[in-house]
């Protein structure tokens, strides 16, 4: 299968994520607070949890100091309902903690208020 | 149809109370203080678990809102019929933990009771894959042997449970709880509570002390040791339940060595230490570090032995390990011994593997 339309626009609010099928394929479709969409296979790298079971929220970031929190990206953050492990939904889905790692992502596009998955 | 394809042995299952749930199994005055006087379970710990729902897997929450761990039927739904566990041993939420009341010891005597009695009826007749930890509250010695006489001929019931926090178990005092636990074929398992582990202090951060809990678990393999309890106790097992196993081979090392050293300070120990730990003492695997096949046979290799690891979910807490994902992929022969022989062969109470 090369493309499907997953859900429709408003089925995801902005900060929110759901999972949805493409083909047989579990796909975890996020929506930033800017409204954009990204698609990544719903299960985790590390020990293959449901991710939709998890959050979409900030992180604190490599700009806190030694007693002092940066916390920022709010929405744009997957968290695994398991080990808590952290990746980034603007930046492939990659783990914050081991940028080499990265949740397998799918292409998306909107049209006619469709949100299509697509390899 | 179970997913996993060898019989699995699971050595830490958190099933959880609420504590509505116990009062039928409270008697006078104790009831009246939970229902009137809002008592609670002290806690110490300074922080909230940093991950996405406390400590549990945020998907293990039950539909219906109560708490993971808290109903049977989403327990065999999520992890006993969905992997097909053939064993499961309960080692509770240790809320209540009757061992770990710093005062009121009646009210923990009673905890115990209740909680092995809820324990029994709700899990343990219900589910035949399911086995279970004899609570008691430690601090009354006498009390807690009545405990394990009244309990522990329970066909059910494995082990005696006691809670790492800051009581070392190997003192003489406890010792005729273990003479109570052998007599009745049970094994000890321990699980940490809320050691703290910085000289008796908190550390700053969740994550130190999360590393640190293996230092607790070797202070009270050390504390078994040196007091003598496996030579006075020649059949008992000792059960390390979730702090981690990769320090194994450096504390068999260590203790031989200052065993050399300084035997004529503890001539009741009649083996070197390493050699009792191999015959005494196992280690439950999660939260299993990440290792290759080569770093994990070489671990073997240090310990002599592949017979002191059991195979753990910690359903459903946050840091639960996945059998098909934890461990590195492993010879079956390995795997069999690991995943279900080696609980099997050290909990005597536990039936033989099933045919077929």
Redesign the interface.
Not at chain 1, 46 to 50: K, R, T
């Given at each position: 299968m090369k493309e499907q339309v997953v859900c429709k626009t408003s089925d995801i609010q902005p900060g929110e994520m759901k999972e949805t099928s493409f083909g047989r394929q579990e796909v975890l479709v996020c929506r930033t607070p800017d409204g954009n969409f990204y698609a990544f296979m719903n299960q985790c790298i590390?020990?293959?949890?449901?991710l939709d079971?998890?959050?979409i929220c900030g992180a604190t970031t490599d700009k806190s100091k030694p007693g002092s929190y940066d916390y920022c990206h709010e929405g744009e953050v997957i968290?695994?309902?398991?080990?808590?492990r952290e990746f980034s939904i603007k930046n492939e889905g990659r783990m914050l903690a081991n940028p080499s790692k990265k949740i397998p992502s799918f292409k998306v596009r909107v049209e006619n208020e469709n949100v299509i998955v697509y390899k | 149809m179970p997913k996993y394809q060898i019989p699995i042995v699971d050595t830490d299952i958190h099933e959880r109370v609420q504590y509505k749930d116990i009062l039928e199994y409270l008697d006078e005055p104790y009831k009246h203080y939970i229902t009137n006087c809002h008592w609670i379970q002290e806690k110490h710990m300074p922080y909230t678990q940093p991950s996405v729902a406390g400590v549990d897997r945020a998907d293990a929450k039950i539909p219906d809102g109560r708490p993971a761990g808290s109903d049977l039927k989403f327990m065999q739904k999520q992890l006993l019929d969905d992997i097909g566990h053939e064993v499961g041993i309960l080692t509770s939420a240790l809320d209540p933990s009757p061992s770990s009341m710093h005062g009121w010891h009646e009210m923990a005597v009673a905890l115990a009771s209740a909680y092995n009695d809820w324990q029994i009826e709700n899990w343990l007749e219900k589910d035949e894959r399911l086995y279970g930890s004899v609570h008691i509250a430690a601090q009354d010695r006498d009390a807690a042997i009545k405990e394990i006489d009244r309990i522990g001929p329970h066909p059910k019931m494995v082990q005696v449970l006691l809670p790492i926090d800051d009581i070392m178990w190997g003192d003489p005092f406890y010792h005729p709880i273990f003479e109570a636990a052998e007599k009745h074929n049970l094994m000890i398992g321990m699980h940490h509570n809320e050691p703290p582990v910085y000289y008796g202090k908190w550390p700053r951060y969740f994550i130190e002390w999360h590393t640190l809990i293996p230092t607790a678990h070797m202070k009270q393999i050390t504390s078994m040791m040196f007091n003598g309890v496996f030579d006075k106790f020649p059949n008992l097992g000792l059960m390390m339940i979730e702090g981690g196993f990769t320090f194994i081979p450096h504390l068999m090392w260590k203790m031989d060595q200052q065993y050399r050293d300084l035997r004529h300070e503890v001539p009741w120990l009649k083996r070197k230490p390493s050699q009792i730990m191999k015959e005494q003492v196992r280690f439950t695997t999660q939260p299993a570090e990440e290792l290759t096949k080569k770093e994990f046979m070489s671990l073997l290799e240090q310990m002599g032995t592949d017979e002191m690891l059991c195979f753990s979910t910690d359903y459903p807490h946050w840091d639960y390990d996945s059998p098909y994902r934890a461990l590195p992929n492993l010879d079956t022969e390995l795997k069999q011994k690991i995943f279900a022989e080696n609980a099997r062969a050290f909990y005597p109470k536990l039936p033989n593997k099933k045919e077929g």
């Open positions: 590390h020990q293959g949890a449901p079971k998890g959050m968290r695994c309902p398991w080990h808590g | -």
